[in-house]
């Protein structure tokens, strides 16, 4: 049975930092690729960043790029996210996927359908 298993989602002022984890098991070593989500209320679910598990090719989008960084640690099977200066717009439940199929086009790692399971989310909140 595959699990993520999210941690590290906290209230927050402007500009402070936060640092979200997602521990993966029950996946067998492969070429899987590995993003955050965050979806705020009423609003649909958007990509924040990716990577391939195997290369490190990391891809971050406008929202997230200079402000977090996206690692992950293959002997622990752990996908982070570290956000600095964080913004009341960053206000969100944050959602760490797991894609095991092959991509036909680097750029559908940010499309939702092509993740195959998920965790169940952290909630980021950050005040002005």
């Known amino acids: 049975q595959v699990r993520l298993q999210e941690s590290g989602g906290a209230p927050v002022q402007t500009g402070g930092s936060l640092r979200l984890s997602c521990a993966r098991s029950?996946?067998?070593?492969?070429?899987?690729?590995m993003a955050w989500f965050r979806q705020a209320p009423g609003k649909e679910r958007e990509p924040v960043a990716a990577?391939?598990?195997?290369?490190?090719?990391?891809f971050y989008t406008d929202s997230a790029r200079g402000r977090f960084t996206l690692s992950h640690d293959k002997d622990e099977k752990t996908l982070y996210l570290e956000m600095n200066d964080l913004k009341p717009e960053d206000t969100a439940t944050y959602y760490c996927?797991?894609?095991?199929?092959?991509?036909?086009?680097?750029?559908?790692?940010?499309?939702?359908?092509?993740?195959?399971?998920w965790g169940q989310g952290v909630q980021v909140s950050v005040s002005s």
């Open positions: 029950g996946l067998p070593y492969g070429r899987y690729y």
């Open positions: 996927a797991v894609g095991v199929h092959p991509l036909g086009d680097s750029r559908d790692i940010f499309s939702v359908r092509n993740y195959d399971y």
């Open positions: 990577i391939y598990t195997v290369s490190g090719d990391t």
